[in-house]
């Protein structure tokens, strides 16, 4: 069972926990973490999710990530979901989006990792992801503007996206 602290809308906890899978109430939220990762060449990794995956089985994602559990900060779920789904061990992350969903209940916040890591070491976490690949930023805009992009992760990522065209 996973649990998450709620949150009202402006990032206050609220002092309730939910548990993943349950009805949220309405005015709650809970922390969701993602990170972009960009390899010092210039590379961007990209995850295939599992198809078991109940949202968008078998799509890649730009980077990892998923919900922040009980007691973690935005960053530590961040790191901790990076560590999860790809075997990367973040140092530093930039902080390059924060926003709220009102139909998923969630308060998503957007990292970007610049990592030196040997790019065939990426470990996949059974039951997340099934597949990688590093592309190139050129290759990259081409996949954010497709139909292959999670249309959510477009959403969130456009601002950033928009800064490195």
């Known amino acids: 069972m996973e649990i998450w602290d709620a ?11 939910l548990i993943r899978g349950e009805e949220i109430g309405e005015g709650l939220y809970h922390l969701v973490c993602e990170v972009v990762v960009r390899h010092r060449d210039g590379d961007y990794l990209l995850l295939q999710r599992d198809f ?3 949202a968008y089985p078998g799509y890649e994602e730009i980077g990892a990530g998923g ?16 560590w999860e789904e790809s075997g990367i061990k973040a140092g530093e992350l930039e902080e390059i989006y924060r926003s709220v969903s009102h139909a998923g209940h969630g308060i998503h916040y957007g ?4 990592t030196d890591a040997a790019k065939d070491s990426v470990a996949l976490q059974e039951g997340e992801t099934i597949g990688y690949r590093w592309i190139g930023k050129e290759e990259l805009i081409r996949f954010f503007d497709s139909d292959r992009c999670i249309p959510t ?4 990522l456009k601002g950033y996206m928009d800064s490195i065209r």
């Open 7 to 17: 949150y009202d809308r402006q990032g206050v906890k609220t002092g309730t926990d």
């Open 52 to 54: 078991g995956k109940e």
């Open 67 to 82: 919900s922040a559990l009980k007691g973690e900060t935005p960053l530590q779920g961040a790191v901790r979901e990076l």
């Open 111 to 114: 990292y970007l990792c610049v």
């Open 153 to 156: 992760q477009r959403e969130r």
